[in-house]
């Protein structure tokens, strides 16, 4: 049993890590008032205090159109953060970052794999890079893992927003000229311990199998809820939001089910969730 330190604790990532990760391992989740990773001298007690063998960084500033806004405050968070985690943790200890679909521009027509080169055009984009970079710096074992569009118990995401906005049947425009894979955060974390429990280390790629535009994401989730609502696509300049988005940001995840792991389809994760959000959910990691 792995002592395992889980950073951001209430967002809807680390909820999901914790609840996968502590069904076999001793955690201990620590959310922004227990923890300011951007405190060095904070960061530091925390590590000494729990002492763990891994450390699963889920914080992060994620409103993408404040971190256009906000710049300075997202590379603290996103970006040099990271680095104060890297340098807390003694060598053997492996550290667990968590990436983002954004630090490539989405122009590359394809599928993204680990080995692509990064190019963000956001600043979002670019606070997550200067993250990844610190992370892969380190003296000692570390894994990036890139994932996309999460939905998840715990908190607001798109799905529980369409659900709610379809529920009272409000007509909906959402956009339909990106194209991403949507990722159910329990089936994150348990890509995500699979990868700690077979000791892999490097950049995975970790995203829902199969691929949708915003506006056809919100349609199969009026349609696995049964409401009968009308949804507008729009383009994205429609919206006139500070931050750019990448067009085409799906993401490759051959590596991750070469390792033994395959995400679930974005259509079987959605229902499923849907599903527990009916009845409590378990601390179990999902077969495919």
């Known amino acids: ?14 909820q999901a890590v914790a609840t996968i990760l502590g069904a076999h391992h001793a955690v201990a989740s620590l959310d922004r008032t227990e923890l300011d ?43 040099i953060a990271v680095g104060y985690l890297a340098a807390a943790l003694p060598p053997g200890a492996l550290l ?23 190019s963000p055009f956001s600043a979002y984009g670019r606070t997550k890079l200067l993250g990844e970079k610190a992370a892969m710096s380190r003296r000692g074992p570390w894994l990036l893992v890139r994932s996309a569009w999460l939905f998840g118990a715990g908190g607001t ?34 890509a995500i311990a699979h990868l700690i429990e077979r000791g892999e280390t490097g950049i995975f790629h970790a995203a829902g ?21 009308d949804i507008e696509p729009i383009r994205s300049d429609e919206l006139g939001r500070p931050a750019p988005r990448p067009a085409d940001s799906r ?14 389809p974005w259509k079987t994760a959605l229902r499923r969730y849907l599903d527990q959000e009916r009845r409590p959910w378990t601390a179990k990691a999902p077969s495919p």
């Open 1 to 14: 049993m792995a002592r395992i330190l889980v950073t951001g604790g209430d967002g809807i990532l680390a």
């Open 37 to 79: 990773i951007t405190d060095p001298d904070a960061v530091l007690s925390a590590v000494q205090s729990k002492k763990p063998h891994v450390l699963v960084n889920c914080a992060g500033f994620t409103k993408v159109d404040d971190c256009e806004k906000e710049e300075d405050r997202a590379m603290q968070t996103n970006g």
């Open 96 to 118: 667990v970052h968590l990436s983002t679909d954004y630090v490539f521009d989405g122009r590359g027509g394809r599928p993204y794999v680990e080995d692509d080169r990064p």
């Open 157 to 190: 995401n798109f799905v529980d927003t369409i659900r709610a906005k379809a529920e009272r049947g409000e007509r909906l425009r959402v956009v339909d000229d990106q194209r991403g894979n949507p990722t159910w955060t329990i089936d994150l974390a348990g």
């Open 209 to 229: 199998d199969g691929d949708t535009t915003w506006y056809a994401f919100a349609r199969e989730i009026a349609t696995q809820i049964g409401a009968p609502v």
């Open 251 to 264: 993401l490759d995840c051959m590596k991750l089910a070469d390792s033994g792991y395959r995400m679930l």
